[in-house]
């Protein structure tokens, strides 16, 4: 039997457990959160990102997760600058031109802010002169930072960005720090 993690990841955690790369650094990692040995994280999540991490003992299910060649889809909530039009949906929806060449295609639709939202710490820039919104983004693809260069690229720079999916497993009512274990 696997064992299988799934955790909220909060801003600012790094998604590994140990900073090797700055002696005494104060950054956290998840061995501030999860004290379960041969656990490891299946993919990435940006340390100014939020949301769904999943971590696993297994190493065949941990490629399966992460690997692009499964197309695993991991579903986002993107509050974003201004309001995105039709136009702006279906261009992400149609894949979008990066440095790094064109997107696959992706799933997205404005929706209103997610119910019980946590408060993040530190908040996002508020400026009362540029509304903001919400947009669910599907991508099946794991560029860096390929969220957010899709949504700078339609012209809706991503403030705040939390992975509520990844394949069948949600993110729920896990608040932000917390994880369960799951059989699989």
Known sequence: MSRLILFNKPFGVLSQFTDEGTAGSPRKTLSDFIDVPGVYPAGRLDQDSEGLLVLTDNG?????????KFKQPKTYWAQVEGVPDGAALQDLCSGVVLKDG?????????????ENLWLRDPPIRFRKSVPDSWISL??????NRQVRRMT??????TLRLIRAQVGDWRLGELR???WRAIAV
């Open 60 to 68: 065949q299910l941990q490629n399966r997760i992460s690997d692009p």
């Open 102 to 114: 064109k997107t696959a295609p992706a799933k997205a639709e404005a929706i209103p802010e997610p």
């Open 138 to 143: 599907t991508i099946t693809e794991g560029r």
């Open 152 to 157: 700078a690229a339609v012209g809706h720079p």
């Open 176 to 178: 932000p720090g917390e």
